[in-house]
């Protein structure tokens, strides 16, 4: 299930977040960030503002 990670100050499009990778796109270039425990920061190409995400497991439950 794939869903859009937008910036948080101005709603843009930063990417395609679906839980075990984020999808990255600026104009003709494409980026897929992997690897489960991932730590991405986004520049928000419209207001600047920092958006972070971190991968897969760390969010929603984790039961041990
Ligand atoms: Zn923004």
């Not at 794939?2 to 990255?24: F, M, N, P, T």
């Amino acid at each position: 299930m794939e869903k859009e990670w937008r910036c948080a100050q101005c709603d843009c499009l930063l990417g395609i977040d679906s839980g075990a990778h984020v999808r990255l796109r600026h104009k003709e270039a494409q980026y897929v960030v992997d690897g489960g425990d991932y730590n991405v920061i986004a520049v928000c190409r419209n207001c600047s503002a920092i958006n972070e995400r971190s991968g897969g497991r760390s969010s929603s439950s984790r039961s041990l």
